[in-house]
């Protein structure tokens, strides 16, 4: 009677899924670790390649050194005579307007058995520098002096690696080159990491004399993923183009327009100097080695305008997403099952129930590892395809009928279409999500509405417990 109870078979079917928790927990966990091995894998390409790009300038740099006396006082506070002190500090001149025109071409680079995103940035700075007033220098002693040094233009990217050739600046008329490091930062300053063209020829001459000078910039640039800009211009303005059809905007400023397809994006940013303080966390980054700072290390955090290159799927995240799923799947299999053997009078061992849940935790398997090789789609169509065809032929031979195995199978399909489609609308995953889990809780409800679990329970006792006779014989 216990053995044949049904209240004791729905509690032997939910001790099942319990434990079938255990290699589920076991796949989620092995598919956080492909993850984690995927972002160890485009860390090592940054360290030996090139790193996400963070670019700053042009703006021109104005050294100088402030010279003042101060007086020496004795212990009563009477001025006994004066000393010569000096400060090495810079004046940053910062555009008036700047725009930069790119293009990213997208390309992919591997690491083992993982695709890692990086772009080559094809990119023209222009704009122009308002008139130099040496007047304007700030001075930190009152009746200083000010001796001027040599200007130069700095530019500052995160990984100096990425620079595709040298980039060719044309200001106020004069083709400058440019050298390596910011000079008078330290090695570990902010963002000592950078380069610099000294102000040669007519360019110097129009500085000296107070002359606006406009600027071109022609720049190539190799990054992993992301490229982030600061806006450092008055009115800063920015036209990015590429053929990669994913693009991830990010950073304080979001593209005012932007136009994404399958051909690719297409985006536009302004920023004003007025919304944001990009030119005081320049000025901050550069200020530590010339003022008497200590020195700080890493990187500054810039407020820029982003995009990344995502990638469409991320299969580590889609088949974690399809494992959250994973309990309710193998629910809804073994209670198909359980139906099977209630209304049609057969009888399944709890050891068959347990390969059925098996099969259901393994398609979850099947899709990681399918998924690092082909699409997505193509993975998921493969483990669906293949957990199908396993249990419609598994159930022809238990539910005694190929009908009845096929049938099963349609049921297991559909909730795997179903579950691609969770997949696929991640914005609706959540109600697409309660709906199914309603609808068959509804189904289960009308298809069982007239049932006699009693009688049913004691049916299924009589017609699998021993006759009398048979005992007595």
Not at 96 to 121: C, K, N, S, V
Not at 213 to 226: C, D, I, M, N, S
Request: glycine share 10%.
């Amino acid at each position: 009677m216990i053995r044949n109870s049904v209240l004791a078979k729905v509690g032997g079917l939910l001790l099942l899924a319990v434990l079938l928790c255990i290699p589920l927990a076991q796949i989620d966990s092995l598919t956080h670790e492909r993850g984690r091995s995927q972002q160890e894998a485009a860390q090592e390409l940054a360290s030996t390649y090139a790193g996400a790009q963070t670019l700053v300038g042009p703006l021109v740099v104005q050294p100088y050194v402030e010279r003042w006396m101060e007086p020496l006082r004795d212990a009563q506070g009477r001025v006994v005579g004066h000393e010569a002190r000096s400060k090495e500090m810079a004046h940053l001149v910062f555009p008036d307007r700047m725009h930069i025109e790119g293009r990213l071409a997208p390309q992919e680079r591997y690491r083992g058995i993982f695709r890692i995103p990086f772009y080559t940035l094809d990119a023209t700075l222009d704009g122009g520098f308002a008139a130099f007033d040496a007047a304007g220098v700030p001075r930190s002693e009152k009746g200083s002096t000010v001796e001027l040094g040599a200007p130069y233009v700095a530019l500052h990217v995160s990984d100096l690696r990425g620079l595709d050739g040298s980039p060719a600046l044309q200001l106020g008329g004069e083709a400058l080159r440019f050298q390596q490091r910011l000079p008078g930062l330290a090695d570990d300053a902010r963002l000592a990491n950078g380069i610099h063209a000294p102000l040669t020829g007519a360019a110097l001459e129009a500085w000296q004399s107070g002359k606006p000078l406009p600027f071109a910039l022609k720049l190539g640039l190799v990054g992993q993923e992301r490229l982030a800009m600061v806006p450092i211009g008055e009115d800063t303005t920015a036209h990015l183009a590429s053929p990669w059809a994913h693009p991830s905007f990010g950073g304080r400023f979001l593209a005012s327009e932007r136009s994404v397809t399958a051909q690719g994006f297409d985006a536009r940013w302004r920023v004003a100097s007025l919304v944001t303080t990009a030119r005081e966390q320049v000025r901050e980054g550069m200020r530590g080695a010339r003022d008497g700072r200590p020195p700080q290390a890493g990187e500054l955090s810039l407020q820029s305008f982003d995009v990344s290159l995502a990638q469409p799927l991320n299969v580590y995240a889609m088949s974690t997403r399809a494992s959250k799923y994973g309990l309710l799947f193998i629910g809804l299999v073994l209670m198909a099952a359980f139906m099977f053997e209630l209304f049609r009078k057969l009888r399944l061992h709890p050891v068959q129930y347990g390969l059925v849940g098996l099969s259901i935790a393994l398609f979850f398997l099947l899709l990681l590892a399918l998924s690092e090789k082909v699409a997505f789609w193509i993975a998921y169509a493969g483990a669906a395809g293949a957990s199908v065809l396993l249990l419609a032929v598994y159930f022809s031979a238990v539910l005694g009928g190929w009908r009845r195995g096929a049938s099963f199978g349609a049921f297991v399909a559909l909730l795997y279409g179903a579950l691609y489609g969770l997949l696929a609308s991640e914005s609706n995953a959540l109600l697409l999500g309660a709906l199914l889990i309603f609808g068959m809780l509804a189904v289960l409800m009308l298809a069982t509405r007239k049932v006699d679990w009693y009688a049913l329970g004691g049916a299924r006792a009589a017609a699998f417990a021993p006759s009398a006779a048979g005992v007595q014989a």
